[in-house]
């Protein structure tokens, strides 16, 4: 089996992109050794092809590369449909277009208050200050958790957070199984006192009745659990990504600063040049060939949604931040098919009120050091660390 590349190697902000490019002329259906050997789709057709054939494709037997799912099956994502789809039903409503923009102001405090005390310092790391606490604290409210809880939730999803973006599977265990603590005690609270389905995730789910039973406890728990850090991780890199886009562009910023009408655009445009995943997985049922290679059933997949939404047969000037692109439905920044992801409006939402707030945050802001990229299954900043400009 040839080795095409090599997911180890040592990577800067920038360079995975370029790999990906090269990839996606010369090699677009990739085999690495990496992590007991894996496949990789770098064509957008083709990612798109496999995420919405579910019935070729599983997500059951292993959804990210490398495997960081070590302690039992996380509904919707490890469940094949019609099984996960109970899960999905459970938490849509909670993640209604009404429901998300209800949310706003909350998101907005939150943001006002963390830059707030980077701004006192003049600056920080846009990830470990910002954006990987901002979307914990919503979650935290989004789930009715108490203050202790979020604070805990806080700290083990940072650890959780830093352990499976640098490729650290000892903590990442570790940290994984204190979040299953954090979703156990979730659920034992609602399930002794429930809240109303329509206002609590944890509630509905407990709910949901499925042939006249109940959801099985266990994966009530794991979907607690996924629900956690589904929306953590994704959101803390983006923000990142977004800091280092404006700093190296100014007119952008200047541009964006001065017309906050283009920052729903200007999310989704960064959302698809710089789409934080690029390791979720499927694994075939049967041999299936694509672009005239043979992947044998059973081999791990990797969907490298960061190389699709680059790919220059869909978008013209791939590589260039372009606020007006015509096609940016195109994009499969939060997936195709039946696993899309069903936070996607919370997460455009928390997107574009950060970086609202950013922009509102000081006159201007620059990199202070180079950005500390994070490492497979997610692409985009760790670490990204700024200096607040009071004059321009």
């Given at each position: ?108 405090r939150i943001c006002r208050d963390l830059l707030a005390a980077m701004v006192a310092r003049g600056g920080g790391d846009i990830c470990a200050d910002f954006s990987s606490r901002m ?38 265990r570790i940290a994984s199984a204190a979040l299953y603590e954090v979703a156990r005690d979730i659920v034992a609270a609602r399930r002794a006192a429930p809240l109303a389905t329509e ?194």
């Amino acid at each position: 089996m040839s080795h095409d590349f090599d997911p180890l190697s040592v990577e800067t902000f920038d360079s995975p992109h370029d790999d990906y490019r090269r990839l996606r002329a010369t090699c677009p259906v990739a085999h690495s050794d990496a992590w007991g050997g894996f496949w990789a789709l770098l064509k957008h057709e083709d990612v798109a092809a496999v995420a919405t054939d579910w019935q070729t494709y599983l997500t059951s037997q292993q959804n990210v590369v490398p495997k960081v799912a070590f302690t039992g099956r996380r509904p919707p994502l490890h469940l094949d449909p019609p099984d996960h789809t109970p899960y999905r039903r459970a938490l849509a409503p909670l993640l209604s277009e009404r429901r998300v923009a209800a949310l706003e102001p909350v998101i907005r405090r939150i943001c006002r208050d963390l830059l707030a005390a980077m701004v006192a310092r003049g600056g920080g790391d846009i990830c470990a200050d910002f954006s990987s606490r901002m979307p914990v604290a919503v979650f935290g409210h989004w789930m009715n958790l108490s203050e202790p809880a979020v604070e805990q939730l806080a700290a083990i999803g940072q650890r959780y957070n830093i352990a499976v973006q640098s490729n650290d599977v000892e903590d990442t265990r570790i940290a994984s199984a204190a979040l299953y603590e954090v979703a156990r005690d979730i659920v034992a609270a609602r399930r002794a006192a429930p809240l109303a389905t329509e206002t609590d995730a944890t509630s509905a789910l407990l709910a949901v009745q499925v042939d006249g039973a109940p959801l099985p406890d266990d994966l009530i728990i794991g979907t607690i659990r996924q629900v956690l850090v589904v929306g953590l991780i994704a959101p803390s890199v983006m923000v990142g990504s977004i800091a280092v886009h404006l700093s190296r562009d100014r007119a952008l910023q200047t541009q964006l600063r001065e017309n906050r009408s283009l920052l729903p655009a200007a999310v989704d445009e960064f959302l698809r040049l710089y789409t934080p995943y690029r390791g979720f997985a499927r694994t075939a049922v049967r041999d299936v060939c694509i672009r005239g290679r043979t992947i044998p059933a059973g081999e791990p997949i990797a969907l490298v949604y960061a190389s699709a939404n680059r790919d220059e047969a869909v978008f013209e000037d791939a590589d260039r931040f372009r606020i007006d692109r015509p096609n940016i439905a195109a994009s499969l920044a939060f997936g195709r098919g039946p696993h899309m992801c069903v936070g996607a409006g919370l997460g455009r939402l928390e997107l574009i009120v950060a970086l609202d707030e950013l922009l509102s945050a000081a006159p201007g802001f620059t990199l202070a050091n180079e950005p500390q990229p994070t490492r497979f299954p997610e692409i985009g900043a760790l670490s990204a660390p700024i200096r607040f400009e009071h004059e321009v």
